[in-house]
């Protein structure tokens, strides 16, 4: 007769621990993630005194008793940006609030036959919405375009923005990135001024020839539509890690006993 062997609950636990840990790894996207930069700038200087990758906030004192404040925060393909400034009645104060994501997986590809190769000839879409007493200078990259876009908005302002068109291979993975630039400045003794500034890519992102598609995982780019949801992690192996962790701690209570 064979001697029972108790059932370990710890060992199980490491072991169901151990499994979910692995699928859950397995199951990550291959791709490399957006790429986030984000800084704070008194402007009148040139100096950078607070840096980030998708969020940075953070406020400075400035001669004569000012101040300057920043916020950059990036979510997905959605650069906000914030900033407010007050001379504290001594010299004038501006700080610049600016934001960049970038990817490196855009491609274009013809709908009918994915290994097409050549070029067509494209135009990225934007959205805008800001407020400031100065400027805000917003830009886009695609492929070896490093300015498809580069324009400066002042005041406020609601608008659709696109880049000029650009040509692009097909088949190619390419960067793809965005920059927006708030600029909030103060000159009045008395008070302070702020600002607000939000860029975006279209739910569209790209204007393209008919029969040709783009994607992006990384930008959530499918099909040339923009997805708003956050990727999650993989819950259906994680789902079926736990059933077959379940399923081995069973067999070792039936072969105990």
């Not at 569209?204 to 008919?210: G, H, R």
Request: hydrophobic residues 40%; aromatic residues 8%.
């Amino acid at each position: 007769m064979r001697g029972r062997r108790s059932f370990n609950p710890f060992l199980a636990a490491v072991f169901g621990g151990l499994l979910l840990i692995f699928v859950a790894y397995a199951g990550r996207p291959a791709s490399a993630a957006i790429i986030y930069t984000s800084h704070l700038e008194q402007h009148a200087l040139n100096l950078v005194y607070a840096t980030g990758s998708n969020f940075v906030s953070g406020c400075k004192s400035v001669a004569g008793g000012g101040f300057i404040c920043g916020t950059v925060d990036i979510i997905g393909t959605q650069i906000n940006t914030s900033g407010s400034a007050g001379t504290g009645g001594g010299t004038a104060a501006g700080v610049d609030a600016n934001g960049r994501w970038e990817v490196n997986d855009l491609i274009f590809t013809d709908v009918n036959n994915p290994g097409a190769s050549g070029s067509i000839s494209v135009r990225a879409n934007f959205f805008l919405d800001f407020l400031t007493t100065r400027k805000i200078q917003v830009s886009s990259g695609i492929g070896g375009i490093p300015f498809a876009l580069n324009q400066t908005f002042y005041i406020g302002a609601t608008t659709n923005v696109s880049t000029a068109f650009v040509t692009v291979p097909l088949n190619t993975l390419l960067t793809f990135s965005a920059t927006a630039d708030l600029r909030v400045d103060d000159t009045n003794p008395s008070g302070n001024s702020s600002g607000t500034g939000l860029f975006e890519l279209a739910s569209i992102p790209f204007d393209l020839p008919q029969g040709y598609t783009v994607n992006s995982a990384d930008a959530g780019i499918t099909n040339n539509r923009l997805s708003s949801a956050v990727p999650e992690p993989a819950t259906l192996p994680l789902l079926l890690a736990g059933i077959a962790g379940l399923g081995l701690i069973g067999l070792w209570q039936r072969n105990s006993a």
